[in-house]
């Protein structure tokens, strides 16, 4: 076999899992929109040199600009080639991407190749794997989708998580998407991931899955914060069978302070995002809402947004949009701890 190898994108995928490291050769912003899955930044040029060598292309022409960057180049393999791959045997086998041309790639791929290393090189670089995730998550995946619902702070993320220590599929698009799904979703310190990684995320986790088992998957809105769930799995899911998680409201009460304790601990974070009910719920009740905050009526807060907001609004959404709700299966909590949610978990993952 003569290296560089170059393999189209569907000889890639079918053996994406095989190699030892997936290095992405292009710039760090690049990188950070999104990458295959596993892919570490190893860039050819770096964001500033990126911008350097296309204005010298645009301004002087190829010649020079290709001089510049070849120099800049080399440089930057060197340095990957000293910090990160001296300790690789001849057996390694990476494989080597880009933005599409193959010539940042190419220039890595084929270093990697005379030194000895079984390199391969994806021909479309990363615009390929784009379309080939555009293409696949147009279709309806064939999976035992099992939808699981229930009103807000019932422990939904709870138990897929307890579900997937005890061995059954998940998918949790809220976990993917680094946000809980609601007016108060956004994570501590946690940005939400771009469009494009999400929907790689959503991609990775589908390939992965045994479709003669069931998968385990949260009854989201069409949008995780500002993402979008892919229009194919949203179908599939709102014509799944559901299971009905149900648990008494004090408990739920208990539960979402437990998990929203960034807003529990900060009455003014807490009280700008409930300035966004304002449009459903009038000036006077957020009013009412914000002094509870501010005076530490935590408690008491969270009781009046489930009865007044979050209830009403989930009882709407779920019979208008999960077509087998009506015939749920009824999973009822006798409380939030660890137990009750190992029990549960092993009940659905056994039966």
């Not at 899955?37 to 204005?55: H, K, M, S, Y």
């Not at 293409?135 to 138990?159: H, M, N, W, Y």
């Not at 999960?322 to 701890?337: K, R």
Request: hydrophobic share 40%; proline share 5%.
């Amino acid at each position: 076999m003569k290296y560089p190898e170059l393999l189209r994108i569907d000889d890639v995928l079918a053996r994406l899992d095989d190699f030892d490291t997936i290095i992405d050769a292009r710039s760090p912003a690049e990188y950070a929109l999104d990458h295959l899955p596993g892919a570490i930044n190893c860039p050819v040029l770096d964001d500033e040199q990126r911008i350097v060598v296309g204005t010298l292309y645009k301004q002087t022409g190829a010649f020079e600009a290709k001089k510049l960057g070849a120099a800049l180049v080399a440089k930057n393999i060197a340095y990957h080639l000293e910090t990160l791959w001296q300790d690789k045997p001849r057996e390694w086998r990476p494989l080597v991407y880009c933005w599409r041309g193959g010539n940042r790639s190419g220039s890595m791929a084929h270093i990697l190749a005379k030194i000895g290393w079984p390199v391969v090189q994806l021909d479309g670089g990363y615009k390929a794997f784009r379309n080939r995730v555009n293409a696949d998550l147009e279709q309806t995946p064939e999976l035992d989708l099992r939808v699981i619902c229930g009103t807000t702070g019932s422990g939904k993320t709870r138990l897929l998580d307890t579900l997937e220590s005890v061995g059954a599929q998940v998918l949790d698009l809220e976990q993917l998407a680094a946000h809980r799904g609601s007016v108060l979703g956004n994570l501590p310190c946690q940005p939400q991931p771009t469009q494009k990684a999400f929907e790689t995320s959503i991609w990775d986790r589908l390939r992965r899955f045994d479709p003669a088992r069931p998968v385990f998957v949260e009854s989201e809105s069409k949008k995780v914060g500002a993402l979008r769930v892919p229009a194919a799995l949203m179908e599939r899911m709102r014509a799944s069978p559901c299971i009905a998680l149900q648990v008494a409201r004090e408990e739920r009460v208990k539960l979402l302070i437990e998990d929203y304790q960034h807003f529990a601990c900060n009455a003014p974070a807490l009280n700008a995002q409930l300035t966004y009910l304002t449009d459903l719920h009038g000036k006077a009740k957020i009013a009412a809402w914000q002094e509870m905050a501010t005076s530490g009526r935590m408690a008491e807060l969270v009781d009046e947004l489930l009865v007044e907001h979050y209830d009403p609004a989930y009882t709407r959404s779920i019979h208008r949009n999960f077509t087998q709700y009506e015939q749920a299966q009824v999973v009822a909590l006798a409380d939030i701890s660890p137990a009750s949610f190992v029990a549960a978990a092993q009940a659905l993952h056994l039966g």
